[in-house]
């Protein structure tokens, strides 16, 4: 009997773990530059934490969650998302006693039982930041344009911004009324999804994915424009920053987001050539949700990118191969002698710092050479019964395919200088 992976999950291949490995290094390079600490907060969380913080009426809660009760009779449920889990996280550790405002980052796995096609999986990876104790647009302009950096450095071009700013408690009720009656004469034909948003989430009308729905909606009236003062002064002002860093910006009234703790900014990145599933990251503020979780009022922003659609998205420009890794030094032996001095020497240069490997399968020496090229040796070290009485080893370049005569005391020291 064979298994294979659960539907909707992958395996990261040593063939690709050097690439993520590459992304990983260069979101935590990026957090470190931008005064980010990363939370590791647990895979699973009370329910409530889910229902509460991201909202009964998405569908991340209504079908999407992998919930299950423990043995001790708990709700419990793999985390679908990362903000509800450091909002949660923020309040137990009262982090708001520390000097605010709070920033934290995170990668990890989440979990969402969603129908797997490219793109889209049911165990995914996430890089995440949250600015948490912030009101001012200087914090919304920071999780918009910080991604955007990542992104530039990992060869990701052709993304896109989409912003949009949904309002608060205050203007939003108005807004959702004129919507209802927009929609309403065309409520019969609209898909059952969308009448149920009718009566308990109008908002989410607008980013019904079904062509044959979005047929029958007239153009919604644009959501900004219906902004009490404050709103619109807030996303004037995350216009204006944005403007100042240069970052280019489409607005997008549709985009609502499909978690309910949003207020004000909303946005997200689509990016071209990774097929349908092409949002590769997405945000906004929540000034209500770390109250909505026990904790005092307390306003923050953040975001989220997908990671397995950042690697795709890097795929379709870069040779994943670049980025596997591959020792300093391979040793290869010439007879069981030879055998035995290789295994002490790449211990011995191992512990000064150069990464070695030998032959453990006691292959001939071309099939040694073999190995060293295909696991991307930079260096062959090759030892005979003359280099053991001599006290050397014959070196050879790899990428020059130059070979030399070296003596064994002093190997690894040249082989640091030569990376
Ligand atoms: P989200 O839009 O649900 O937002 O997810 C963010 C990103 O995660 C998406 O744009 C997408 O790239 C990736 N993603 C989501 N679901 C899947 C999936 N099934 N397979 C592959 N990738 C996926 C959030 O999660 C919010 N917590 C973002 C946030 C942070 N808002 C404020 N702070």
């Not at 923050?300 to 990118?305: D, E, K, L, P, R």
């Amino acid at each position: 009997m064979e298994y294979s992976a659960p539907r909707g999950t992958q395996d990261i291949t040593p063939d690709e773990s050097g690439l993520w490995q590459h992304v990983e290094s260069v979101i935590r390079q990026t957090m470190a530059l931008c005064g980010y600490s990363e939370i590791r907060t647990p895979i699973f969380e009370h329910t409530e934490v889910f229902e509460r913080g991201v909202g009964a009426t998405t569908d991340i809660v209504e079908k999407e969650m992998y919930t299950f009760r423990d043995r001790g009779d708990r709700m419990i449920t793999l985390r679908p998302e990362g903000t509800a889990p450091a909002v949660r996280a923020y309040v137990e550790h009262r982090m708001a006693s520390r000097p605010q405002p709070t920033k934290l980052y995170y990668i990890g796995p989440m979990f969402r039982y969603e129908r797997p096609q490219a793109g889209r999986y049911r165990q995914f990876h996430q890089f995440g930041m949250e600015v948490i104790g912030v009101a001012g647009p200087a914090a919304d302009v920071e999780v918009i344009a910080t991604p955007l950096d990542i992104f530039r450095a990992l060869g990701i071009t052709d993304v896109t911004v989409n912003l949009n700013s949904i309002g608060c408690p205050v203007c939003r009720p108005g807004y959702r009324n004129l919507l209802k009656e927009v929609y309403a004469p065309v409520l019969p034909q609209l898909c059952p999804s969308c009448q149920s948003r009718y009566e308990r989430n109008p908002l989410r009308l607008l980013d019904c994915k079904s062509q044959e729905c979005r047929g029958y909606m007239p153009d919604p009236p644009p959501i900004f424009e219906y902004l009490c003062p404050e709103c619109a002064q807030h996303f004037s002002e995350v216009r204006r920053l944005l403007d100042k860093l240069g970052v280019e910006y489409v607005l997008n009234p549709r985009l609502v987001r499909g978690l309910d703790y949003y207020n004000r900014t909303t946005f997200e990145y689509t990016v071209g050539g990774i097929g349908s599933q092409d949002a590769i990251g997405g945000g906004g503020r929540y000034d209500g949700l770390v109250e909505e979780l026990g904790g005092q009022p307390t306003p923050a922003v953040g975001v989220a990118c997908g990671m397995e659609r950042c690697v795709l998205a890097m795929k379709a420009g870069a040779d994943a191969k670049r980025f596997a890794g591959g020792v300093d030094v391979f040793f290869v032996s010439l007879g069981e002698r030879a055998a035995e001095r290789v295994f002490e020497l790449a211990f011995q240069v191992r512990s000064q710092g150069v990464s070695a490997d030998f032959d453990m399968m006691g292959r001939g020496l071309k099939a040694q050479m073999r190995y060293a090229d295909k696991v991307n040796a930079k260096f062959v070290a090759i030892i005979g019964d003359n280099e053991i009485d001599r006290g050397t080893v014959a070196l050879k370049d790899m990428s020059t395919g130059e070979q030399r005569e070296v003596p064994m005391a002093g190997l690894a020291s040249m082989l640091r200088e030569g990376r």
